[in-house]
Structures are given as structure tokens and as C-alpha cells.
């Protein structure tokens, strides 16, 4: 069995298997680029060959462009290529529609790397898959042990809450435009909320493309006021990116109740730093006990850690005689979740 470090290993393009002469999730172009999933600071655009789920091709190609990449070859689900002398496949991760673990496999080793992935129930994407492997490359965006996320229903139960006290008030959720959006949308509809949903234009192509691939967000409509008034949404939800409702756009809503879909909620004061009325704690990561549960699940010979919190999940790690060591890769943001 070779060494890990010498199947993969941390470059300052990302991180590269010399065998196949491939990246996983490249910070800048590279010839051959493997991805995880369809977010910007994993799903770059300018590499010659990409690899990944039809559904993250597809999700580039809708951000980015038909051109995002010289070419680019869809992977079925636990589908085994062959690259150069390294065996890859691609498993669910459970993050966003199409996201996937990588795992890595040569010479009687393997290596999963997760890319982002949580554990939560998720109806608008494959759950993880628990994948056996000597080498984990676990995120840990949320690995410190006051990240402890609620249940997603009672986050959805006090926006629903506050729509019915509060009726004459528009409610603006802001989401990431890939994944949280849609998730927000698709448990509203699973608790009984059957009213039409207003979007933001930046999330009408990505909802569409959601909604082509059998997720079913009920009826979605523009989040304009053009040829209407403020009160016509009064008791509405209306979701787009976080962005949008710190410029003049979120004030043409009537008297709205600012909300914020995200596991950073959790964190009092950000919310408070971003002027947040009503935090919904709604991750697309894994929360600590999550994180801990699933390294104890796979029980790798080694855990490497990656953009998040480092450390902590590195000292878990050696409190319990686990081997792990920190990546420290560099270009990947949690501030998006």
C-alpha cells in the first residue's frame, strides 16, 4: 500500500493525485479538474477536462456558460473510472442537488474526499453515502461544539410562526442561490405552506433547473412591484440571496421581517451584525455532533481536515488515538452557507 500523501496531497492549486495527474476542486484552471459539487469556491470555470455528476456539469454550465470547460465527461453514481493507474467514483454528499464525494482509490488505498457534505435530511438531494475508506477528507465549517444545528422543522415552524402573528408584514428569507434556497422552499411546501413563493431574479434559472429535475417547489413568482404595490405582499415569503436585501431592493417590500436561512445563526452576534430579525438555523454542513458521528461511523486509519475549523476536529481526533492532521487548503469560504 503506498502512502496516502503520495495519492494525494495539498497543492497550492488544490488538491492533486499524482498518479492520475488530476485535481479535486481546483482554487484556479488546472488540465484535469474532479468536482464535488456545483458551489463557486469548489466549481471553478477555465479547466481543460472536467469530471463530475451530470447535475453539477449542468449547474456550471447554468452559472457559468456552455464554454466553462475545453470538455467535460458526467459520472454516474458509484460509476469506477479509470485515470491514469487511479480508480475514482463519485457518491452522494448530500450538500446540493448533484454534490458528491470522491473517492480515490490505488494500489490497495483509498481516499474519500467529501468536498461539503451533511448528514440532515434533505428532499432536494441524494442523502450522504457512507463510503469505506482508509483516508477521509472530512470539511469542518461547523467543527467547534457550540455548532449544534436545531431540527429543520422547528427552524421552518418559527418562520410559519411568524407569517400567522404577523400577516401584514412581508417576510424576506435570504438564502444561498445553490441548494439553500430551494431546501427553504421545499420544506415550506412540506409543512403545509401551498401560497405562492416570491423569488429573487438571481435564483429563477437555478429554481427552474430544480424544479426540471423533480424537485417540486409549488408555485414560485418574481419578486417584483413593477405593475403592482407594496401591500400585494404583505404576508409573503420572499427568498433570494443574502445580498439582495442589504441594498435598495429589500425596502420595496412592506415593512419586512428580515430573516436569514444559515448555520451561522447560531452565532447571535452575526445575526444581530446583519440586522437579522428572525435567524433560521438551517445548515447544508454538518453541525458538530454530525461531524464527530460520521468520522466515528467510517472509522478511517486517518482523517484529514479541511476549510473550516481545523483544529478542533484534529484535537477530537487525538483525544481518542485517531490519527488527523489539518490540510490548511486555502480558497474555499464558509461565509456563503
Known amino acids: 500500500m503506498i502512502k496516502p500523501e503520495n495519492l494525494l496531497r495539498p497543492t497550492p492549486e488544490g488538491l492533486y493525485c499524482p498518479p492520475g495527474d488530476f485535481f479535486i476542486d481546483p482554487i484556479r484552471p488546472v488540465e484535469r479538474a474532479l468536482i464535488t459539487h456545483g458551489h463557486a469556491d469548489h466549481a471553478r470555470p477555465g479547466s481543460g477536462k472536467v469530471l463530475a455528476t451530470r447535475q453539477t456539469l449542468d449547474i456550471m454550465a447554468l452559472r457559468y456558460g456552455e464554454n466553462f470547460a475545453r470538455e467535460r465527461q458526467a459520472v454516474g453514481w458509484g460509476e469506477a473510472l479509470r485515470i491514469g493507474d487511479v480508480t475514482v467514483s463519485f457518491h452522494p454528499a448530500g450538500h446540493v442537488l448533484g454534490s458528491a464525494q470522491i473517492a ?32 477521509f477528507i472530512t470539511e469542518a465549517t461547523f467543527a467547534l461544539p457550540v455548532f449544534r444545528h436545531p431540527d429543520t422543522a422547528a427552524e421552518i415552524g418559527k418562520l410559519l410562526f411568524s407569517l400567522q402573528h404577523f400577516p401584514e408584514r412581508a417576510h424576506l428569507v435570504g438564502a444561498y442561490a445553490l441548494g439553500k434556497a430551494q431546501r427553504v422552499i421545499k420544506h415550506l411546501r412540506e409543512a403545509g405552506y401551498d401560497a405562492p413563493i416570491y423569488i429573487h431574479g438571481a435564483l429563477k434559472t437555478l429554481c427552474a433547473y430544480y424544479q426540471d429535475q423533480g424537485v417540486d417547489l409549488g408555485r414560485l413568482r418574481p419578486a417584483t412591484v413593477e405593475g403592482g404595490k407594496k401591500t400585494d405582499f404583505a404576508g409573503a415569503v420572499i427568498v433570494g440571496p443574502p445580498s439582495a436585501f442589504a441594498d435598495k431592493w429589500a425596502r420595496r417590500f412592506p415593512d419586512p421581517v428580515a430573516s436569514f436561512a444559515s448555520g451561522w445563526m447560531r452565532v447571535r452576534q452575526r445575526a444581530r451584525q446583519r440586522g ?51 490540510l490548511h487548503l486555502v480558497g474555499y469560504e464558509d461565509e456563503a452557507e
Open 276 to 326: 437579522v430579525e428572525l435567524p433560521l438555523i438551517i445548515s447544508d454542513h454538518c453541525d458538530w455532533d454530525e461531524l464527530t458521528e460520521t468520522v466515528a461511523e467510517l472509522a478511517p486509519s486517518q482523517l484529514w481536515v479541511t476549510h473550516g475549523r481545523e483544529e478542533a476536529l484534529v484535537r477530537w481526533c487525538e483525544l481518542r488515538q485517531l490519527s488527523a492532521k489539518p
Open 104 to 135: 480515490v482509490a490505488h494500489k490497495g488505498l483509498r481516499i474519500v474526499a467529501s468536498g461539503d457534505y451533511k448528514r440532515r435530511v434533505d428532499p432536494t438531494c441524494l442523502p450522504f453515502e457512507p463510503v469505506p475508506c482508509d483516508v
